[in-house]
C-alpha cells in the first residue's frame, strides 16, 4: 500500500512535502531492487 502523503512518478521515484521549502525525495524498493548499488544521482 502506498503511503498517502508520498507522490509517484512512472519512472519508481517518490517525493514528500515535509515544509513550504523542504522536499524529501526518494525511491521506491521496485527501484532499489531493480538498480542494485546506486553510485550517481543527478538532480536537475
Known amino acids: 500500500m502506498n503511503p ?3 507522490k509517484y512518478s512512472k ?3 517518490w517525493v ?3 515544509s ?3 522536499v ?3 525511491i521506491t ?3 532499489q ?4 548499488d546506486v ?3 543527478e538532480i536537475p
Not at 33 to 36: A, C, I, M, N, P
Open 4 to 6: 498517502p502523503d508520498l
Open 11 to 13: 519512472e519508481h521515484e
Open 16 to 18: 514528500r512535502s515535509e
Open 20 to 22: 513550504d521549502s523542504v
Open 24 to 26: 524529501v525525495m526518494g
Open 29 to 31: 524498493e521496485f527501484a
Open 33 to 36: 531492487d531493480s538498480l542494485g
Open 39 to 41: 553510485v550517481f544521482v
